[in-house]
């Protein structure tokens, strides 16, 4: 039943134009493909070198202590550092600051939007709504270890 859900509303997100306002044109987005078993990045295959990012504090607990803003910074120049191309999120960065920082250090978010079936499948849309367009973006996130 979710599969068939997801498969009604994700060409909607695709290509609905009406999701792309509000957004902020940082340079030009990089065209993803998938050739075969090769994901390609501007004709060029790519080699994924990515971690799960997921900054809370010591201590915190997640998702209230959550801090994608606060984090950012020191752990981007880490993960560059590390040769980090891509981070993948257990809840959506929203924030285009967030995702302007990444895309400075080349990073790619692999960005979580539904990772919890007990939520309407409507609740990605304000997720996607505020980051689609932007190039950090290479993919969204659906599903996260549903064991059903």
């Known amino acids: 039943r979710l599969g068939l859900r997801l498969h009604t509303w994700l060409p909607f997100l695709m290509v609905h134009s009406s999701l792309c306002a509000g957004t902020v044109d940082i340079g030009p987005r990089p065209v993803v493909e998938v050739f075969g078993r090769q994901l390609l990045v501007d004709g060029k295959p790519f080699h994924l070198k990515g ?4 900054p809370v504090r010591r201590g915190g607990r ?7 803003r606060g984090f950012v910074e020191v752990d981007a120049e880490i993960m560059s550092l590390a040769g980090i191309n891509a981070v993948r999120t257990y809840d959506a960065i929203m924030d285009v600051d967030v995702l302007d920082v990444l895309w400075s250090k080349s990073i790619f978010v692999l960005n979580s939007v539904y990772v919890n079936a007990d939520q309407p499948v409507e609740s990605l849309i304000p997720k996607v709504r505020a980051a689609v367009g932007h190039p950090a973006v290479l993919m969204w996130v659906v599903g996260n270890e549903w064991n059903f």
């Open 51 to 54: 971690v799960n990012w997921n």
């Open 62 to 68: 997640n998702p209230r202590d959550l801090d994608f």
